[in-house]
């Protein structure tokens, strides 16, 4: 499903907001997958973004239906809640692994 332009008075406002933003981020992980996985920077009580280069994912968030991020896409949670990103959008199939810490 293609997505609708954005208008001209929402385009001014997230360019006001986005270009206000004064951010400190610190790079985990830049990685390449295939095959059953998961990701998740939950648990380090700080905002998480994700980008996707290439291909898609699918974030799922507690009590939430999974979001599909597709290439160039990405996502900002602006506090430290419970979400994992894996290649399918039911991803019980997938084995657990540890979240990105250093």
């Not at 939950?42 to 991020?69: K, M, T």
């Not at 039911?90 to 250093?102: E, F, V």
Request: aromatic content about 8%.
């Amino acid at each position: 499903m293609k997505k609708p332009p954005m208008n001209a008075e929402t385009d001014r406002i997230a360019h006001w907001f986005v270009s206000g933003l004064e951010l400190d981020a610190t790079v985990f992980h830049v990685g390449q997958y295939c095959g059953p996985w998961r990701a998740s920077t939950a648990g380090r009580e700080r905002a998480s973004f994700y980008l996707v280069l290439r291909g898609h994912s699918w974030l799922h968030l507690d009590g939430q239906a999974p979001i599909r991020l597709g290439e160039r896409e990405g996502v900002f949670l602006l506090r430290d809640i419970p979400h994992r990103l894996s290649p399918e959008a039911d991803d019980t199939d997938c084995r657990p692994c540890s979240s990105l810490r250093g």
